[in-house]
């Protein structure tokens, strides 16, 4: 949420520009673990967050 909103977007702005629902949005903003990861990753992408890397 402090990306989305410092960069003055909405949750519409957000949920409409990537077609995805606001509750859907919501629930990445509060790290709900049930949303699809492909979702997660178009939403860091269009507020440009960087991808942390996984070490397994």
């Not at 629902?21 to 990753?41: A, F, H, R």
């Given at each position: ?38 979702t997660v990753l178009r939403v860091m992408e ?11």
């Amino acid at each position: 949420m402090a990306k989305r909103t410092g960069m003055k977007l909405s949750l519409v702005d957000v949920s409409t520009r990537l077609s995805i629902s606001k509750p859907t949005l919501i629930k990445i903003e509060k790290g709900y673990v049930n949303v699809k990861l492909v979702t997660v990753l178009r939403v860091m992408e269009f507020l440009s967050l960087r991808q942390m890397r996984l070490r397994i």
